[in-house]
């Protein structure tokens, strides 16, 4: 961990909305060589993804429980790839990770060798 700094969780009322960002720390020169998913981690829960974008932003894929709801998009030439989330539901909470591969991707965290530290986002009234 700590290839990659995620930024923009915080405690949101339900409905809301955040925008999370995932940028590249020096080990990683160039972070539109890589595919950068987003997973999340709730307490006594496994991590799971959330979502994912290719290289050239050209294809992204969404979990069931958030598809229509988030967004993911990169900047190529920021070295960015943020994620904006609507309509925030309480189970939404979860500790956010972005992570990064070289490899194929996959909705798997096991294909991600690459990880942040993780930020906090709380849905609660």
């Known amino acids: 961990q700590g290839q990659l700094v995620e930024s923009g969780g915080g405690l949101v009322q339900p409905g809301g909305s955040l925008r999370l960002s995932c940028a590249r720390a020096p080990s990683i020169r160039i972070l539109s060589n890589y595919i950068v998913g987003w997973f999340r981690q709730a307490p006594g829960k496994e991590r799971e993804i959330v979502a994912f974008i290719n290289r050239s932003a050209t294809s992204t894929y969404y979990s069931d429980s958030v598809k229509g709801r988030f967004t993911i998009s990169r900047d190529n030439v920021k070295n960015t790839v943020d994620l904006q989330m609507d309509s925030l539901k309480p189970e939404d909470t979860a500790v956010y990770y972005c992570?990064?591969?070289?490899?194929?991707?996959?909705?798997?965290?096991?294909?991600?060798?690459?990880w942040g530290q993780g930020t906090q986002v709380t849905v609660s009234s």
């Open positions: 992570a990064a591969t070289a490899g194929i991707g996959g909705t798997d965290s096991k294909g991600y060798p690459y």
